[in-house]
């Protein structure tokens, strides 16, 4: 059975600070996408990763995927309150067309 | 592009009953994916449609159930509703290939009393 998982699954921090976010998973596979979710919304695109190695940045998230290690990691530099959500890891299963999701992290940044 | 878009916002039901629920994608995008988000199981795969065709079905029991019409939109039916049925139900379009994004609609909140 896959299994994604994201670790921490809540994080408080301050302004400023630089923290990482990993999503693991337990099987094949070479693409991979980070959504962000605000509460009471929807999911929101921040990056898909379709290769080993592959690395994105937008703003102040960096999204990067070490496929051999079943590994993708996302970087917050010097986190700003707007910054604050729930972001999800999803693997794309490479013999359907269905996205298993990790559990989510509450990423709270205080001013 | 207008986005994706879902009907109803909201909803309440009561146990036993059936609802059913809409989903325009964005235009031109074949595919459309049902999600099921809840507080304790968190996003579930329900299923994904391309070309008017099931390609995919996640572990849900057979009561929840969907389709797809030649213009892409696509309703998903939930009958004899259960109360672990309370959720929110989200669906998400692309064009169809692997490696694309998903865009999400606003959802469907489900209430079952």
């Known amino acids: 059975e896959l299994k994604v998982e994201q670790n921490p699954l809540f994080l408080s921090m301050q302004e400023g600070k630089n923290y990482t976010i990993y999503c693991n998973y337990s099987?094949?596979?070479?693409?991979l996408y980070w959504y962000r979710q605000d509460p009471g919304k929807s999911l929101e695109s921040l990056f898909v990763?379709?290769?080993n190695g592959a690395v994105k940045q937008e703003g102040r998230l960096m999204a990067s995927l070490d496929t051999k290690a079943r590994l993708s990691t996302l970087h917050i530099t010097a986190a700003v309150h707007d910054l604050s959500a729930t972001y999800f890891c999803?693997?794309?299963?490479?013999?359907?067309?269905?996205?298993?999701w990790g559990a989510g992290t509450k990423l709270i940044i205080k001013p | 592009k207008a986005g994706v878009t879902q009907t109803p916002r909201y909803l309440i039901k009561t146990r036993g009953q059936q609802v059913t629920l809409s989903c325009s994608p964005i235009?031109?995008?074949?595919?459309v994916s049902w999600y099921q988000q809840t507080p304790g199981q968190g996003l579930q795969f329900l299923f994904e449609?391309?070309?008017?065709?099931?390609?995919n079905k996640g572990n849900f029991p057979g009561r929840f159930s969907g389709r797809q019409f030649s213009n892409s939109r696509s309703e998903m039916n939930v009958s004899t509703l259960e109360l672990g049925d309370s959720a929110l139900y989200l669906c998400?379009?692309?064009?169809?290939?692997?490696?694309?994004?998903?865009?999400f609609g606003p959802g469907t909140r489900l209430l079952v009393l």
């Open positions: 998400a379009s692309s064009p169809g290939t692997r490696g694309e994004t998903q865009y």
């Open positions: 235009s031109g995008h074949r595919s």
């Open positions: 449609y391309f070309s008017e065709t099931q390609r």
């Open positions: 099987t094949t596979s070479d693409r």
């Open positions: 990763l379709l290769s």
């Open positions: 999803a693997v794309d299963l490479a013999y359907n067309y269905q996205l298993i």
